[in-house]
Every structure is written in C-alpha cells, then in structure tokens.
C-alpha cells in the first residue's frame, strides 16, 4: 500500500494513497471525472513500478504534474496553480451573485460540487433567518422578495427607480448577514460559497474583499426569453413550493433589479458572467478563480 505523507500544524501525518482524492483534484483542474479516475489509476500504477512506498504530497503533486504534461499541458498547468490556491493563506470565499432565476443556486451547488466545497449557503436562506428575528414591523422590507420589495418601504416621491430602491432597502439588511458569513468562514478557515440576489458588488464590505481570498461572480441572463423559462425549468419541479405566476407577474421588476447588479458589477471588482450554458458558466467561475487566486495572497 501506498502511504502518503503530509504536515498539518507541523505535525507529521501519513494516509493511505487515494485514487478517489486524487481524481477529485484532477476534476477540479478541468479534467472529466471518468478520465481522472482512469488517470488516478495509471498514477497508482506508475508509483508501483517506480517501487515507491512512502510519498510526500509535494512529491506526489510534482508526480502528478510531470503526468499531465505528458497528456494535457494546460490540465497540468490549472493542475499546478489549484495547487497553489489550495496552499494560500486562508480560506477561498466565493460570493455569486445575480437577478432571481438567472441560476445562482445551480451554478453554487455544481461549483461546490467541481471545487470539493461543502460550505454552501444562499442568502434566500440569511434572509429568511432575519424573518424571524426581525419583526415586520422594523424591518418590513425583508419580509418580501428582491423584486417587490419597494411595496412595503416609503418611497421618496423623487425616487428614479421604486423597484431599485426597494431592492437596495432589503440588500443592504441581508449584507449584514452576508458579512457575518464571510467573517465567521475565515474565522474558521473554511472556505465557502455563498450564493443568491443579495450578493450585489458594492453592497460588500471592500476591506474585507480586498484583504481575503474573495472572489465575486455576477451571473445574468441577457436574454429575456431564456430568463423566463427559468423560472419554468424550476418551478417544473414538483417539491419547489414557490409559485411561478409571481415571478412571471413581478418578471419586469426582476429585470430591472438584474439592470442594477449588473451596473453595480461594472462598477467593481467582480466577474460577469452570462448563465446560458452551464458548462460554459462553471468552467469560466473555475478559470477566472484560478487566475485571479493562482498565486498566494
Ligand atoms: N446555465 C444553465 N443552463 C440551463 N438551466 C439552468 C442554468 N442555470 C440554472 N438553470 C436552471 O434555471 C432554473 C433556475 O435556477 P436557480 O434556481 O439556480 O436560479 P436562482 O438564481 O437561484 O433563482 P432564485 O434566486 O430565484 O432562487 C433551475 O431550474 C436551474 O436548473
Ligand atoms: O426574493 C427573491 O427574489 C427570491 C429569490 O431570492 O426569493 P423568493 O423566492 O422568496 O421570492
């Protein structure tokens, strides 16, 4: 049996070689799960003939990436800098954000699923915590959603948008439960994602952005018919208890808070990506974190 040797708080460890642990790196530097494990495999086999026993991560990582040069440069070259982002400094936070229905849970849950996360929380469920908490009364406009929010605060008669001024009313309430999150994951060192419409560039507080290891990804959909149909392809689903007729109803409104985050996006720091293809969107949130996470911060 392979062992592999490792340190953790300057204390030696060793395991067992894993050829699942392996494949699960090799997926996350682009490589398809059915030909990681095959790869996973072939590597197993090559330490055997190379009568190794014993073997420090290090040297199993040069290993591993001395094998993909040989099949896939650029696999080994995002094989090499994942390496580097999983020995930085702290914890990755990724923050999603976009307009209800463009697919921010989706692509949150397939991330996680690419990058071996387990912290994955929305701010649908943040929101829905301050609910009970904050009665509303204090606080009316988190008792309703992104898009209707403007229905229960006062709206200066001036306002350019009742829509967007609503919508700014209940983000700025939910990024103060977005900042305990961030802050309590690096507290904890656990690196997590966190999805949903409060996520919204400029609502965020920028220290804590620029200090740590966080990455921001605004999702949209450009075309409208392909927006609506979301909430089609999701309401479809027998166990979602949310009725389609109010977002087809408040679809205008939805639009019009996309406008916003989009704008506030462009504004700041943070990544834009249109949600059409999931493939597409999954392997543009893993390159764009690779390039800009690569190096240690
Ligand atoms: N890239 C994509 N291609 C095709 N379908 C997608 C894509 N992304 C999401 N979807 C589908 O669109 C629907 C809405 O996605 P999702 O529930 O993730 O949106 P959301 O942004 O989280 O919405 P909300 O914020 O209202 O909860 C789901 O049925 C999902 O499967
Ligand atoms: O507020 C919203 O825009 C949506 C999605 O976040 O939540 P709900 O389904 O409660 O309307």
Redesign the pocket.
Known sequence: MIMVKGKVDGKEYQEPFSKGILARSLTTADMGSKKAYEAATEIELKLIENNINVISITELSEFVADYLRNEDPAIAEKYLKWRTLRKANGPLIILIGGA?GVGTSSMAFELANRLGLKNLIS??MI?EVMRKIVSKDLSPVIHK???NAYESIRIPKLASNPVVEGFRNQVEVVSVGVEAIIERSIKEGISTIIE??HIVPGFINEELIEKYNIVVFTLTISDPEIHKSRFYSRCRQPWVK?SLQ?YLDNFNS?RETQDFIVNQAKLSDSYIIDNVDVTTTIDMMMNDIIDKYGGIK
């Open positions: 209800s701010t649908d929101r959603s992104s898009f949903g419409v949310r109010s939805i």
